[in-house]
Nanobody, 127 residues
């Protein structure tokens, strides 16, 4: 059974930083597409960043480029370092994992087959 748990959310002022972590259990990462997504109240879910674990292929959404960094910290953890936070970054942040292994960056965009999702961690940025 695949299980993803996010942590690290909280409340910060604009310009501050937070570091989100996603810890997985249930199967080895292998070459999975892992993604961070967010959803604000009344808005559609938005892709933030993706990474191919053990493959070093990374993709960012336009709204976070240059401010957020996704990385694989160890065999079980993917993190999202968020700097220069803005009030519009306020949302519930989720991590997700693809059902199958992937072998190219093309297979790891925001439309990948993300079959497994965490429960989310809240990020609130005040002005």
């Amino acid at each position: 059974q695949v299980h993803l748990v996010e942590s690290g959310g909280g409340s910060v002022q604009a310009g501050g930083s937070l570091r989100l972590s996603c810890v997985r259990s249930g199967y080895p990462f292998g070459r999975r597409c892992m993604g961070w997504f967010r959803q604000a109240p009344g808005k559609e879910r938005e892709g933030v960043a993706t990474i191919v674990t053990n493959g070093n292929m990374i993709y960012y959404g336009d709204s976070v480029k240059g401010r957020f960094t996704i990385s694989q910290d160890n065999a079980n953890t993917v993190t999202l370092q968020m700097n220069s936070l803005k009030p519009e970054d306020t949302a519930l942040y989720y991590c997700a994992a693809s059902r199958q292994e992937v072998w190219s960056a093309y297979q790891c965009g925001f439309g990948a087959d993300f079959a497994y999702w965490g429960q989310g961690t809240q990020v609130t940025v005040s002005s």
